[in-house]
Nanobody, 115 residues
């Protein structure tokens, strides 16, 4: 059974940076593509960044050039470096498999961008 634990969120001013981490256990991590998802207030959850098992990356247009996803298979961990944060990046951020997310979702980590 997979377990996902996200961390690294917080309150940051516009233009600031945060680095999110997600540790995955209970799965063959290195064989799976992974993604960072977010759910903003009143909106559906969206995939914002993905990294394949071979470390190819993709981003939604709204975060291109600002966010960077990476993975460390030795630590079963993926990261999301977020720079030049905007108020519209405010959301709860989750990690999960991409494609075909597992049914289990972690608790997420809250990112709030506000002055």
């Amino acid at each position: 059974q997979v377990q996902l634990v996200e961390s690294g969120g917080g309150l940051v001013q516009p233009g600031g940076s945060l680095r999110l981490s997600c540790v995955a256990s209970g799965s063959i991590f290195f064989m799976n593509g992974m993604g960072w998802y977010r759910r903003a207030p009143g909106k559906q959850r969206e995939l914002v960044a993905a990294i394949s098992a071979g470390s190819a990356t993709q981003y939604v247009d709204s975060v291109k050039g600002r966010f960077t996803i990476s993975r460390d298979n030795a630590k079963n961990t993926i990261y999301l470096q977020m720079n030049s944060l905007k108020p519209e990046d405010t959301a709860v951020y989750y990690c999960n498999r991409d494609p075909k997310p597992w049914d289990y979702w972690g608790q997420g980590t809250q990112v709030t961008v506000s002055s």
